[in-house]
């Protein structure tokens, strides 16, 4: 095991940070498998809860990593993630936009675009998956994400509404 | 009628200074619940004529297929175009410095407060909503890919899945494995 904490956050989302093809949302099952299960820094309830948070608050979603380092290690461990988990990609991102418009209609390009999608695709659908395994803990918490799930695919509705009748919800104890 | 036609999008665009792209991408990342693009496509198309539509759309499918977050990739792609490494810097600054503020509070609440039963259990209905809707993404998202007649990109999407969600492989692996195949498909059965 590594012993300094700082050093495994930075090893671990700087690797991910290169790999979360879809963003946030593709990147939450291997958080979930590093902090739960590899490292065991937090329990299920705690990332689940981690995640919420993240849903809640303004801003890129990604920053469910600065809490995650902020339970391990204050507030060096929520900078070090947040930074580990965005300075690679950002790196790739500067370096790919520069050259990238030369090869808009270049052949391998546009495989490589069209490969990544069902790629992401399944990452995604995994931690739809990770997620209900961590939090659906009751038969109500797996209707509200159902019917959540119907609302989101059928409707435009803003999220916070959902979100904001979901946490009522919770609150009365039913879930 | 021609005086009624309605405005098409602006084909010169104008030139953010790096206060102007700082302070853009901060209001853009304190409006954006539920994902920042709307937001940002308001700002940067609409009211400050940055970009047009067109070109807003090219910098976002860029940052979709990159790794990495896309909104945090946007920011960089679109600041570098217009300040090179010190716009990209700037944007992403603008971006990140605001949320990374108000999640930082939020840590220190949930340390000392988490334990409490009334918050875990509002956290447990976002969090079981936060599911349904990533949920309704995947349903987006897969809609096209299946409904073509025979093609391999549900089979790679089904095979990440099973990879990462059921054997519990580490994300790089299933990456480095199934994306080199993934895109030889698309190349081969365009």
Redesign the interface.
Known sequence: MNSNPLLALFGYFALLSLFAVGGANAAIPEMHRIAVEVMQWMNDRQFADSFAIAQVSPGPNIIIVTLIGYHVAGLPGAAVATAAMCGPSCVVAFLVARTWDRFKEARWRIAIQAGLVPVSLGLIAASAFVLTRAADHTIYAALITALTALVGFGTRINPLWIFAISGLLGLTGWL | MSAAVAPPSPATTIRPTLAELLRAFAIV??????G?LPWARRKIVEQKRWMTAEEFN?AF?????????????FS??FG??FGG?PG?AVA?AG??G???V???I???L??RF?DLE?L???????????????????????AP?FRKRWN???L??????I???IM?W???LV??T??PI??????VK?
């Not at chain 2, 990342?29 to 539920?34: D, E, Q, T, Y």
């Not at chain 2, 297929?65 to 896309?70: I, T």
């Not at chain 2, 875990?120 to 897969?142: D, E, F």
């Not at chain 2, 790679?156 to 899945?161: L, M, N, P, S, T």
């Open positions: 990342s304190v409006s954006g619940f539920g920042a090219e499918a860029l940052s979709q297929f990159l790794p990495g977050p896309n909104v945090v990739n960089v792609v570098s175009r490494a990209a992403l971006l990140m605001p949320p990374l108000i999640v930082t939020l840590a220190v949930y340390e988490g009334m875990s259990r509002i956290l447990v209905g976002i969090t079981a909503a936060a599911t349904g809707l990533l949920i309704a993404v995947v349903a987006k998202m897969a890919l391999w990109a549900p790679v999407a089904i095979a990440a899945f990879g990462v969600a519990e580490p994300l790089p990456f480095v199934l994306a993934s895109v030889v498909l698309a190349w365009r």
